[in-house]
């Protein structure tokens, strides 16, 4: 391309090339994840077209959706062409892409093991960059009523009120919790911080005759079990 010389914009691009007339023709499932992409943000820049720049946007995360999730609406405007409308957008829809991944989860009605919880959470907090700690509010066949977001730290730690906790079990009637919190650092193995809050969880539960059922630590795609682990 001669220096100077303004890329096309998509009206430009072939019609058979155009992220909108090749989904009405050959279906939404042949576009790759940038002309997904710039179908919603609608526009490029003056020097390159909608798909160029989410090409762009998406190769500084690897192409990889999850990673592109985990961008704030900041980190998007920091691309030239990307403002907060846009970049507002993009998080929408990444946001959207996270909900759909849990439906069939949520669809799970009792906890069996600490898999389930696991598949449950995931999720949730696969993507976190802070530490998030729910609560899962069960019935007494371990059948699900609710979940409680019930403490948001920072990248190493969070701080969870362990009366919090009793309120959301008592107001749902549960008669059985599981908690859940992420480590952001993708190494699952509980901190002194978290076998204290495992410790003082379950001898509140003892007090309130509610079933402690496990805690579970989220780093990725593993994750750690006290009850697995007979703690």
């Known amino acids: 391309m001669e220096e100077g010389r303004l890329k096309r914009t998509i009206k430009e691009m072939p019609l058979d090339e155009r992220p ?24 490029g820049t003056p020097d390159e077209t909608a798909v160029e720049l989410m090409r762009k946007v998406l190769a500084s995360c690897g192409d990889s ?15 030239k062409g990307i403002g907060p409308a846009k ?26 093991s600490s898999l389930d919880l696991f598949e449950y959470f995931h999720p949730k ?12 509010l069960l019935n007494s066949k371990n059948g699900i009523i609710d979940s409680a977001l019930i403490g948001r730290g920072g990248l190493t730690a969070t701080v969870v009120d362990i009366r919090l906790v009793m309120r959301e079990a008592l107001v749902k009637h549960a008669t059985a919790i599981a908690i859940c919190h992420n480590h952001p650092s993708g190494n699952p193995q509980p901190s002194r911080e978290d076998n204290e809050l495992t410790k003082n969880l379950r001898e509140a539960c003892k007090v309130m005759n509610i079933r ?10 593993r994750y750690y079990s006290y009850n697995d682990e007979g703690l």
């Open 87 to 112: 970049a507002l957008t993009i998080v929408a829809a990444c946001e959207l892409w996270k909900r759909r991944e849990g439906d069939d989860i949520t669809r799970t009605k009792y906890i069996r």
């Open 65 to 79: 959706i999850a990673r592109l999730s985990r961008l704030t609406v900041d980190d998007l405007c920091l691309f």
């Open 212 to 221: 402690f059922l496990d805690h579970i630590i989220v780093a990725g795609d």
């Open 20 to 43: 909108r007339e090749k989904a009405m023709k050959n279906g939404i499932q042949t576009l790759s994840n940038s002309e997904l992409m710039a179908i919603l943000i609608g526009s």
């Open 125 to 136: 907090l696969c993507d976190e960059n802070v530490e998030h700690c729910y609560a899962l």
